[in-house]
């Protein structure tokens, strides 16, 4: 069992930055895949970005070169730093551990999820 919490989510003016942390807490997550998705209203999840055991990882097209995902396993813990905001970037942010061993931009392969933080831009 595997439970996930966000924060730092917050209002935000376009252009800024903001860095939120996930925090993992009933077992290690340093061997799963760790993943970031988002959802605004009236829109699907979206991948975000994601990063497995080994370093290897990936970021949705919407955020590639703003957005950037790391990991602190002796924290137990998972970051995304959020830079060159934009309002389109305006939705709840979801921390995610996934089910198979690869990097995967599917919601599906994910099994355990956090409760979201609120991330708001403005322009």
């Known amino acids: 069992q595997v439970q996930l919490v966000e924060s730092g989510g917050r209002l935000v003016q376009a252009g800024g930055s903001l860095r939120l942390t996930c925090a993992a807490s009933?077992?290690?997550?340093?061997?799963?895949?760790m993943g970031w998705f988002r959802q605004a209203p009236g829109k699907e999840r979206e991948f975000v970005a994601a990063?497995?055991?080994?370093?290897?990882?990936d970021s949705g097209d919407s955020v590639k070169g703003r957005f950037t995902i790391s990991r602190d396993n002796a924290k137990n813990a998972v970051y995304l730093q959020m830079n060159s905001l934009k309002p389109e970037d305006t939705a709840v942010y979801y921390c995610?551990?996934?089910?198979?061993?690869?990097?995967?931009?599917?919601?599906?392969?994910?099994?355990?999820w956090g409760q979201g933080t609120q991330v708001t831009v403005s322009s």
């Open positions: 995610a551990v996934g089910s198979i061993g690869y990097v995967s931009q599917r919601s599906h392969d994910y099994a355990y």
């Open positions: 990063m497995n055991w080994s370093g290897a990882l």
């Open positions: 009933g077992r290690t997550v340093n061997m799963y895949t």
